[in-house]
């Protein structure tokens, strides 16, 4: 199974302005964020593993010792023409969520705020990483990846994250999942990456990103603006 550790040089302040809600207030303190991001930067310890598995598309099927199938028309649509997938995690680990709680704990609920954000912001740069490194092994073999893809995305119910986590092998980074199927550590990821023949990948329209107003998660404080 493939390991990836990834280097987080920088944490993206407007990313983390963004995960914290804070889209429109300009006035917002920068160097708050700054320190948070430098912070996330310093605590964060990514890691990242993924597994890779035959695809059927016509059963909607994950090859996998014990085969898994796709009931759910967001995941079926997105891996359409898939003729493989990368099933990964990854997580920032647990220094920064414990900070985070030590900060609550202390009443500083600003700085445990954007400290959260920014470990939002560390785990999503990590995922891009570890996508990176699939798409050029993927190239290596002759395909195309697309966009990575989690459960609790349109409807795909959050409910199996257990399942793609140990599709995934997550364990073998420390990684599981709540009463509430939530991955502990909390920030980290699940995903599935659709892996493609070249000539597949000219005409990708069902992997555009999700639009936020398509999105079940009304409540996210991360969710981007529509012209609407």
């Known amino acids: 199974m493939p390991f990836y550790y990834p280097r987080l040089s920088i944490v993206d302040l407007d990313e983390t302005r963004r ?51 796709l009931t759910v028309n967001s995941i079926i649509k997105h891996l359409t023409g898939a003729v493989e997938v990368a099933v990964m995690a990854v997580t920032i680990g647990l220094p920064l969520e414990e900070e985070v709680s030590t900060l609550f ?82 920030k980290s990821v699940t995903a599935i990456i659709g892996l493609y023949p070249y000539h597949h990948t000219l005409n990708l329209s069902h992997q555009q990103e999700l639009p936020c107003d398509k999105c079940n998660q009304t409540g996210c404080h991360a969710r981007k603006e529509t012209n609407e």
């Open 19 to 69: 995960y914290a809600g804070l889209g429109r207030k300009v006035d917002f303190s920068t160097t708050l964020l700054s320190e948070a991001c430098a912070q996330a930067q310093l605590l964060s310890i990514p890691k990242g593993v993924w597994q890779l598995y035959s695809y059927d598309q016509d059963a909607h099927t994950i090859l996998a010792n014990e085969p898994v199938v």
């Open 105 to 186: 704990l202390k009443n500083q609920y600003t700085s445990g705020l954007l400290l959260d954000a920014a470990g939002t912001t560390a785990v999503d740069m990590s995922c891009a990483a570890v996508c990176s490194v699939i798409a050029q092994q993927a190239a290596q073999a002759g395909l195309s990846a697309g966009r990575r893809f989690s459960p609790g995305y349109g409807d795909w119910p959050i409910e199996l994250q257990p399942e793609i986590l140990e599709l995934a092998t997550g364990a073998t980074i420390g990684l599981s999942v709540s009463d509430t199927k939530m991955l502990v550590p909390r």
